[in-house]
């Protein structure tokens, strides 16, 4: 345990994310008209949020200007300085169809979401740049913990020790039941290559289709320079991120992992990442 969280059941939490909430949120009422984004931290979460919330608009900027992401998107892991109503609850009350979103690892995450077989869209990112992306987060999110140094924070990565546990389980468990009908499995790099073609794929997953002739902005609005610009989605307004000492949308690139991992760790990490994936067939774009 540290000032800023603990260990449960193999996975370190967040002090704010009590035991009662993990309980609670494990028989969270999931419905089969829900469409969840399930992601390990930093692979894009609120890039293919935005697309869910243009698509579930649409693709109309004027409704989309309108919504508060926080109230559209129901975010079970949401920690808020002053929260008063956990994410869970809210969500109980809100409308279908939701668009939920969980970091969680399954053991935590609601059982229904296997039974109920909501709409499940699942980023994934190659670990190295996740790795960086993290260790920015850290610096800049009050709620988490600070590492002194790149080498301190890259043992913990390494080890699957920090907040969410390791992303190899979280990653080999979705790629694992990327065949069931419900799910839809992306990965980062790929939307960096051809946004376009992803976003067609999760209009067509989930039924909600991108107008005649409009996909040029749907992309042109799901871009990173425009998503770093606009303060409702850049987290400039919030107060758990303090983007002075790195901003929420950072770099958005394949490859930037080049710039932190030593010639050793990198071979250390990928002796690590041959062991795990072996025989899993899951592989990622490095650069
Ligand atoms: S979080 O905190 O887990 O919700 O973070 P998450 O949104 O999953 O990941 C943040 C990283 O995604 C990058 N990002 C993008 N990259 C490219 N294009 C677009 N549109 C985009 N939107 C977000 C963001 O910059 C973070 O990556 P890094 O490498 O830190 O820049």
């Known amino acids: 345990m540290t000032k800023y969280d603990r260990i449960v059941d193999g996975i370190r939490y967040p002090l704010a994310i009590k035991d009662e909430i993990l ?47 926080t109230e559209r998107i129901s975010f079970l892991d ?3 300085p002053g929260m008063t109503e956990f ?25 229904e979401i296997i039974t109920k077989k909501p709409k499940i869209v699942y980023v994934a990112r190659n670990p ?5 992306s993290f260790y920015y987060f850290h610096k800049s999110n009050k709620l988490i913990k600070t590492f002194e140094t790149w080498d301190e924070y890259f043992q913990a990565f390494y080890d699957g020790d920090l907040v969410g546990g390791s992303w190899f389980d ?18 980062y ?17 989930i039924g909600w289709p991108v107008p005649e002739g409009k996909l040029e902005e749907v992309v042109q609005h799901c871009s990173f320079g425009n998503m770093k610009n606009n303060p409702k989605i850049n987290y400039t307004e919030s107060k758990m ?11 958005g690139l394949v490859g930037d992992w080049k710039n932190y991992f030593t010639v050793s760790q990198n071979e ?3 002796k690590l990442y041959e062991e795990k994936m072996k025989g899993s067939g899951l592989t990622f774009r490095f650069e």
């Open 23 to 69: 309980e609670a949120v494990k028989t969270f009422e999931v419905r089969e008209d829900d469409v969840w984004l399930i992601t390990y931290r930093k692979s894009g979460t609120t890039w293919a949020q935005e697309i869910l919330i243009f698509l579930s608009c649409g693709c109309d900027l004027a409704k989309r200007d309108k919504i508060d992401i």
């Open 78 to 80: 949401l920690l808020k």
């Open 87 to 111: 994410a869970h609850v809210t969500a109980a009350k809100k409308p279908s169809p939701r668009i939920m979103e969980t970091h969680m690892q399954s053991r935590h995450m609601p059982r």
């Open 128 to 132: 190295k740049d996740i790795a960086v």
């Open 170 to 187: 979280m990653n080999l468990y979705w790629w694992n039941r990327r065949n069931d009908d419900n799910v839809l499995f992306l990965k």
């Open 189 to 205: 790099e790929d939307m960096k290559e051809d946004l376009g073609s992803v976003i067609v794929k999760i209009s067509e997953f």
């Open 241 to 251: 991120i303090d983007i002075s000492i790195s901003p929420f949308m950072r770099k």
């Open 268 to 270: 250390a990490f990928d």
